[in-house]
């Protein structure tokens, strides 16, 4: 079965620090995204990307993210400046669009400390 | 505002005592909605996607329902492995593409 690949599973940074959280979706999905988990909170959106640009992006999304698709297989998501309140755990989805549903990666643990 | 409510928060059940997690949403146009299984630590699995009122999907022990303002996850004769967070995660329309998730139900079953 098709899976969403993403690397790395756990990454601790320091603060103000830049990181890149990396993800392979399916390969003939056509959109793609990245959701957030807080610990013990819900799954939030952050941004989707279609066509090789953004589609939508929530307010959390600010300045200091930013998505890439830089090779046609990986779907990038980079933090500028991590903050404490940006440990999460970073999910990556793709879809073929329409009414089908997404595929999530199994997460990477962003630790900033 | 668009909204999408999960209830219970939390449900014990012992091995094989049936029961039903509710999602209910608040919205002006609905184009799906989704249910997916969470394990600790571990991404959302894609259960079931329902479009239309009325319409019911099964999977082994799951059977989801939707109605115009809620759906219902049954799970009939639950066992242990059928433990986990269940999500309800609706699409809206002119929202473009994302979907909106509800906080979930954590379920447990106890052997």
């Known amino acids: 079965e098709p899976e969403v690949t993403q690397t790395p599973s756990h990454q601790v940074t320091q603060m103000g620090q830049e990181v890149i959280l990396r993800c392979v979706p399916i390969s003939n999905h056509l959109y793609f995204y990245w959701y957030r988990q807080i610990l013990g909170q819900k799954v939030e959106f952050l941004v989707s990307?279609?066509?090789?640009?953004?589609?939508?992006k929530s307010e959390i999304f600010d300045d200091q993210f930013s998505v890439e698709r830089p090779d046609g297989s990986n779907f990038t998501l980079k933090i500028r400046s991590t903050k404490l309140e940006d440990s999460a755990m970073y999910f990556c989805?793709?879809?073929?669009?329409?009414?089908?549903?997404?595929?999530f990666g199994s997460g990477t643990r962003l630790t900033v400390v | 505002e668009d909204q999408v409510t999960q209830s219970p928060e939390a449900l014990r059940l012992q091995e094989g005592e049936s029961s039903s997690l509710n999602c209910s949403y608040t919205?002006?146009?609905?184009?799906?909605l989704f249910w997916y299984r969470q394990d600790p630590g571990k991404g959302p699995e894609f259960l079931f996607t329902?479009?239309?009122a009325g319409e019911e999907k099964e999977k082994e022990r799951l059977k989801a329902t939707l109605t115009k303002k809620e759906s219902f996850l049954h799970i009939t004769a639950p066992k242990p492995e059928d433990s986990a967070t269940y999500l309800c995660a609706v699409r809206f329309m002119n929202r473009d593409d994302k979907i909106i998730f509800g906080k979930g139900t954590r379920l447990h079953i106890l052997p």
């Open positions: 990307f279609y066509n090789n640009e953004i589609s939508e």
């Open positions: 329902l479009y239309s």
């Open positions: 919205v002006s146009g609905l184009r799906g």
């Open positions: 989805a793709s879809s073929t669009g329409g009414n089908y549903g997404y595929t």
